[in-house]
């Protein structure tokens, strides 16, 4: 099984639990032993990959800004290609401009996924029992990619991946161990980081940094 045989998968589901005039929103980066895989919740419309019209990557967070900010100050985006991103509107983003920061994020070793990857309309939340439909398919994700660790955002996701209850500001920091077909892999909780959560993109930060400096200083 390899990341492209999922996607039938997902599509299957967007028809379920997406919107049905939006693709799927896949994932994308480092696809072979990465550093880091961040998994988020679901995309929305604001994706322009979403499009049917789009024929390019569909990958996490196209045609988006803030959440480029976090990986700037992670160190893990060149700034000459976040000052593009600050710079042009999202409806402005091309696939061949959608490539060239997909290969910063394959550059940095870093891969960028969501537990659900059916696209809504808006940022309305999704219940449990959506997320946990998905989550056997993240477990293959993970175990065809084999990240070194495994950054979750938010309770909501953290909790349904961990399979145990996550209040991400009482485990600040604290690691995770998910097993999958017999590995285990480190896992963390940290804030959401954009849409409600932008408030808290400091703590992610201070996290996630901490997460590097402990397992991969040679990243920074």
């Known amino acids: ?33 990465p550093d880091i895989c961040f998994v988020f919740m679901n995309p929305t419309k604001r994706n322009i990959a979403s499009s049917k019209t789009w024929k390019g990557l569909k990958s996490p967070w196209i045609g988006t800004k803030n959440i480029w900010d976090l990986f700037y100050q992670l160190k893990l985006l060149d700034e000459n290609v976040y000052k593009k991103i600050r710079k042009i509107k999202g409806k402005e983003w091309t696939e061949n401009f959608a490539n060239e920061v997909y290969e910063e994020v394959k550059k940095h070793k870093y891969f960028i996924t969501n537990l659900g990857k059916c696209t809504q309309l808006d ?62 892999y480190k896992c963390y909780a940290v804030f959401y980081p954009v849409g409600n959560g932008r408030f808290n993109i400091d703590k992610s930060i201070e996290d996630i940094l901490y997460i590097k400096s402990l397992y991969y200083k040679n990243l920074d």
């Not at 997406?18 to 896949?26: F, K, N, P, Q």
């Not at 993970?142 to 909790?159: A, D, H, R, T």
């Open 1 to 33: 099984m390899n990341l492209d045989s999922l996607k039938i998968e997902y599509d299957k589901l967007q028809k379920k639990y997406g919107a049905i005039e939006l693709d799927s929103i896949y994932s994308g980066g480092c696809d072979k032993n």
């Open 123 to 184: 940022a309305r939340p999704l219940p449990d029992s959506v997320y946990k439909e998905y989550l056997h398919l993240l477990e293959k994700e993970i175990e065809i990619i084999n990240p070194k660790v495994i950054i979750l955002f938010g309770n909501q996701v953290s909790s349904i991946v961990l399979k145990e209850k996550i209040s991400v500001s009482q485990c600040r920091k604290k690691q995770f161990l998910k097993t999958i077909n017999g590995k285990q």
